[in-house]
């Protein structure tokens, strides 16, 4: 079910206009696709784990899609059986971030792909609405 998970909300994000770029094997527009598919394809079910990352364009975005999340929890530990994102320069030492500002990283759980997906349309629309929308 995580797997099916990441592929319906790695889809979804791919799709709204807040998100730039998603980072996720399962997508046929990810750069090693092919790759993914050959060795984790899940015998021909699309099994591309439950790790995705999404980027949006500053890191003030990024820090209010995480905070308007609801179902999906804040944590820097990822891996369980409940989503959980992270917003990963912002806990990065000071001088050695590395990370895209506007990256966010989530391990997608097994609740229902259908919440998850309400729980990010919210976000989205709430991280546009306080951050004056695209950049």
Do not use: W
């Not at 046929?28 to 092919?34: A, E, K, R």
């Not at 309400?118 to 929308?133: K, N, Y």
């Amino acid at each position: 079910r995580q797997s099916t998970n990441a592929i319906q909300l790695a889809t979804y994000l791919n799709r709204h206009p807040f998100v730039v770029r998603v980072h996720y094997p399962g997508l046929p527009t990810h750069p090693q696709h092919g790759v993914a598919k050959r060795q984790m394809g899940g015998g021909g079910r699309g099994l591309y784990g439950g790790v995705l990352s999404f980027e949006v364009e500053t890191e003030a975005q990024a820090t209010a899609v995480a905070a308007a999340l609801c179902v999906v929890q804040r944590a820097t530990s990822l891996g369980g059986t409940e989503s959980l994102i992270e917003h990963r320069a912002s806990i990065e030492p000071p001088g050695r971030v590395v990370s895209p500002p506007g990256l966010l990283r989530l391990s997608v759980g097994l609740e229902d792909v259908g919440d998850l997906i309400h729980d990010f349309e919210t976000a989205l629309r709430i991280a546009e609405e306080v951050t004056g929308g695209f950049e």
